[in-house]
T-cell receptor
Framework: EAGVVQSPRYKIIEKKQPVAFWCNPI?????LYWYRQNLGQGPELLIR????????DSQLPKDRFSAERLKGVDSTLKIQPAELGDSAVYLC???????????????FGQGTRLTVV | GEDVEQSLFLSVREGDSSVINCTYT??????LYWYKQEPGAGLQLLTY?????DMKQDQRLTVLLNKKDKHLSLRIADTQTGDSAIYFC????????????FGKGTRLSVIA
């Protein structure tokens, strides 16, 4: 079974440019997460989807970040315009369900390493 | 809010046991997880424990949970060089409403 697939793996852009990341979760997984991992830190949640609905986006900087999960399958995370401080690894994860109960284990993709110069 | 604390570094000799510790704040956490991250890779789920358990063993991995002290540990028996990685402890916070709060990770270095 394929895992969570993210693209691109690496992206280098100049500040003020837009950038987009794509994620295809594990087939059948209802919940999709975007996390940001700064160097030397643990991942921090940006947004969580239950099917196509964003149920937790309190940590998403909405002035420049946007996300969508049309049809409740794959998802896109966009930054426009990018700032130097956005350099990080952007991780996508999916789980069958959410809530901390059974079958809520999250499986992660390999991430997209963004460098803003 | 939820907070997960880990020591940042651990160094062990090949063949010894490693113990990685974690403390968390949300007493309502139902599941606690250990993830492994190798350089340049995403997070790999290693194991998890349900909060009504004290211990879970999975091959070389043993998870101990002290719910009273909100302390979680991961023991790796017969540590190998391939175990060198960053290990993250994570919890679901606020009765399942706050997904996967991670610690900063413990970097395990295995010396041959």
């Amino acid at each position: 079974e394929a895992g969570v697939v993210q693209s691109p793996r690496y992206k280098i852009i100049e500040k003020k440019q837009p950038v987009a990341f794509w994620c295809n979760p594990i087939s059948g997984h209802n919940t999709l997460y975007w996390y940001r991992q700064n160097l030397g830190q643990g991942p921090e949640l940006l947004i969580r989807y239950e099917n196509e609905e964003a149920v937790d986006d309190s940590q998403l900087p909405k002035d420049r970040f946007s996300a969508e999960r049309l049809k409740g399958v794959d998802s896109t995370l966009k930054i426009q315009p990018a700032e130097l401080g956005d350099s990080a690894v952007y991780l996508c994860a999916s789980s069958l369900y959410s809530g901390g109960g059974a079958n809520t284990e999250a499986f992660f993709g390999q991430g997209t390493r963004l460098t803003v110069v | 809010g939820e907070d997960v604390e880990q020591s940042l570094f651990l160094s062990v000799r090949e063949g010894d046991s490693s113990v990685i510790n974690c403390t968390y704040t949300d007493s309502s956490s139902t599941y606690l997880y250990w993830y492994k991250q190798e350089p340049g890779a995403g997070l790999q789920l290693l194991t998890y424990i349900f909060s009504n358990m004290d211990m879970k063993q999975d091959q070389r991995l043993t998870v101990l949970l002290n719910k009273k002290d909100k302390h979680l540990s991961l023991r790796i028996a017969d540590t190998q060089t391939g175990d060198s990685a960053i290990y993250f402890c994570a919890e679901w916070g606020a009765s399942g409403n706050t997904p996967l709060v991670f610690g900063k990770g413990t970097r395990l270095s295995v010396i041959a």
